[in-house]
């Protein structure tokens, strides 16, 4: 290690917006799968977010919650489409606040990157461009749509402050709904959603002015966005650099770098990364962000070393390190490395975690013996 850990630049606090964060470690979404059938919070989700506060993240950032019934990604994924929601999502603030921890809400739309019997019909795009994965068609929404959709983002951001969130994080990354507006590849409208980069980058520009208005000016917005769709034709850095200084004009108050979508074949959940060569495969986009920007930026991608991320934020290539898998396999990953007790996480990146009946660690149930929770 460099430094004692106890004195590393990472546990620091920082501000995003109004909302001091106590370090510079963020848990980066990660859909937990453990909502109800229905989409309501479980004991096991409140208690795997209260572990992690317990671990000492200083932000917390939920799995995506999905803001419209059609916007549903996966099973057991938390909705907040209605007002019924906060009570259960009330739960897990305070469970969490019981710790120096804050919390975001990610709100979310799957858009054309869901199966049609999780949408309950054709999924919904800006355009009807066909997506080779799920192998479907989306439906074109109407401008007046457009609209709706715009609402149930900032209604959602509003339920989360309700229930005692500090802030939302817009999902505007990896080809979801908000993403597919960005992209040229997935929007061809050629009315005001859609056409030039400002056009097409207007329904996130409105979502975030929106929130704005209706949570104030206290309540944080950040947004998670792809430096590149990996797609010929799609979204670019250059572009998506512009993008992100509409966003903060609008009144973004923080940005985490990120990158794939799910037909280009490469998405943001890179496998099997050994070497610490590859480790944060886009803090290089995230400091060419932070370079152009001034809010704060987060550093995505196979961070795994404590030495590696130090000398991320030391050297400014980003204000917040964030962190998904790991922190599935080691909840107290942030206190241990705090402590001096770890220098590097255990996770080699073998995505076993995606488990649609709760996230786990695949390779700790495989060394263990554990068996899969039905
Ligand atoms: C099981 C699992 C679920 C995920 N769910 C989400 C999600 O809900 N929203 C999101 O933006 N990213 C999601 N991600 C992507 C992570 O936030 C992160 O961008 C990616 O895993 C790279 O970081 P890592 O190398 O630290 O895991 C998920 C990743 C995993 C492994």
């Given at each position: 290690?460099?430094?004692?850990?106890?004195?590393?630049?990472?546990?620091?606090?920082?501000?995003?917006?109004?909302?001091?964060?106590?370090?510079?470690?963020?848990?980066?979404?990660?859909?937990?799968?453990?909502?109800?059938?229905?989409?309501?919070?479980?004991?096991?989700?409140?208690?795997?977010?209260?572990?992690?506060?317990?671990?000492?993240?200083?932000?917390?950032?939920?799995?995506?919650a999905n803001v419209r019934?059609?916007?549903?990604?996966?099973?057991?994924?938390?909705g907040v489409y209605?007002?019924?929601f906060?009570?259960?999502?009330?739960?897990?603030?305070?469970?969490?606040?019981?710790?120096?921890?804050?919390?975001?809400l990610?709100i979310a739309h799957?858009?054309?990157?869901?199966?049609?019997?999780?949408?309950?019909?054709?999924?919904?795009?800006?355009?009807?461009?066909?997506?080779?994965?799920?192998?479907?068609?989306?439906?074109?929404?109407?401008?007046?749509?457009?609209?709706?959709?715009?609402d149930d983002f900032i209604r959602a951001a509003r339920r989360a402050?309700?229930?005692?969130?500090?802030?939302v994080?817009?999902?505007?990354?990896?080809?979801?709904?908000?993403?597919?507006?960005?992209?040229?590849?997935?929007?061809?409208?050629?009315?005001?959603?859609?056409?030039?980069?400002?056009?097409?980058?207007?329904?996130?520009?409105?979502?975030?002015?929106?929130i704005?208005?209706?949570?104030?000016?206290?309540?944080?917005?950040?947004?998670?966005?792809?430096?590149?769709?990996?797609?010929?034709?799609?979204?670019?850095?250059?572009?998506?650099?512009?993008?992100?200084?509409?966003?903060?004009?609008?009144?973004?108050?923080?940005?985490?770098?990120?990158?794939?979508?799910?037909?280009?074949?490469?998405?943001?959940?890179?496998?099997?990364?050994?070497?610490?060569?590859?480790?944060?495969?886009?803090?290089?986009?995230?400091?060419?962000?932070?370079?152009?920007?001034?809010?704060?930026?987060?550093?995505?991608?196979?961070?795994?070393?404590?030495?590696?991320?130090?000398?991320?934020?030391?050297?400014?290539?980003?204000?917040?390190?964030?962190?998904?898998?790991?922190?599935?396999?080691?909840?107290?990953?942030?206190?241990?490395?705090?402590?001096?007790?770890?220098?590097?996480?255990?996770?080699?990146?073998?995505?076993?975690?995606?488990?649609?009946?709760?996230?786990?660690?695949?390779?700790?149930?495989?060394?263990?013996?554990?068996?899969?929770?039905?």
């Open positions: 290690m460099t430094d004692s850990p106890n004195q590393s630049v990472l546990f620091n606090p920082a501000r995003i917006g109004a909302v001091e964060v106590t370090n510079r470690f963020i848990r980066s979404a990660t859909c937990e799968f453990m909502a109800d059938d229905d989409g309501f919070v479980t004991d096991r989700l409140v208690s795997l977010l209260r572990g992690l506060a317990e671990g000492e993240v200083g932000l917390i950032i939920t799995g995506h019934p059609d916007g549903k990604a996966s099973p057991r994924q938390a209605d007002d019924g906060i009570p259960g999502l009330a739960r897990i603030a305070e469970a969490v606040h019981r710790f120096p921890s804050r919390i975001f990610q799957a858009g054309r990157q869901t199966k049609v019997r999780l949408s309950n019909g054709t999924p919904i795009a800006p355009s009807p461009v066909y997506e080779p994965e799920f192998d479907l068609t989306p439906r074109e929404l109407t401008a007046v749509e457009v609209r709706e959709v715009m402050r309700e229930a005692g969130f500090d802030g994080q817009l999902h505007c990354a990896h080809g979801y709904l908000l993403s597919s507006f960005l992209s040229p590849h997935t929007n061809r409208r050629t009315d005001d959603w859609g056409g030039t980069t400002a056009k097409r980058a207007l329904l996130a520009v409105e979502i975030v002015a929106g704005k208005a209706a949570c104030g000016p206290n309540f944080p917005v950040m947004a998670k966005l792809n430096a590149t769709d990996f797609l010929p034709g799609g979204l670019q850095i250059e572009e998506s650099l512009e993008i992100a200084g509409l966003l903060e004009r609008a009144g973004l108050d923080a940005v985490e770098i990120s990158g794939g979508m799910t037909e280009a074949g490469r998405g943001s959940v890179w496998q099997g990364l050994r070497a610490e060569e590859e480790e944060g495969y886009f803090v290089e986009a995230a400091a060419r962000f932070r370079k152009a920007l001034g809010i704060p930026v987060a550093g995505l991608g196979g961070n795994r070393t404590l030495a590696r991320m130090e000398a991320v934020v030391r050297e400014g290539r980003a204000d917040f390190i964030s962190l998904s898998r790991p922190l599935i396999r080691e909840p107290r990953l942030v206190a241990d490395f705090r402590l001096g007790r770890k220098a590097k996480s255990d996770c080699i990146s073998c995505n076993k975690c995606f488990n649609p009946r709760g996230v786990s660690c695949g390779d700790l149930r495989i060394s263990r013996h554990i068996p899969t929770k039905k």
